[in-house]
């Protein structure tokens, strides 16, 4: 991992984002950590997504509070439900 101040960085943003391609880097203002640049794949972007979508963080609440409530049914039960082998 790289540490480089904001600085430095503002002037020649997409060197840096070309080399965290290979390594990330860490961006500190002050002397404080202030963010990170890190390369995403197209799969790992998808994936951010998802997971800091409020939406789809709220169904999965729901659903484990049902899931406590009501309770589930057994994965092999469910397998033959939808015809998995």
């Known amino acids: 991992m790289k540490i480089v101040k904001l600085e430095d960085i503002k002037d020649k943003f ?3 984002l070309e080399q965290a391609q290979d390594d990330d880097i860490l961006v500190t203002k002050g ?3 202030k963010g990170m640049i890190c390369a995403l794949s197209d799969e790992d972007l998808e994936d951010y997504l998802i997971e800091n979508d409020p939406r789809f963080m709220k169904i999965i ?3 484990r509070e049902r899931y406590k409530r009501e309770g589930g049914i057994p994965l092999d039960q469910l397998a033959r439900e939808l015809g998995i082998a």
């Open 14 to 16: 997409d060197q840096f």
């Open 31 to 33: 002397g404080k950590v």
């Open 61 to 63: 609440e729901t659903r």
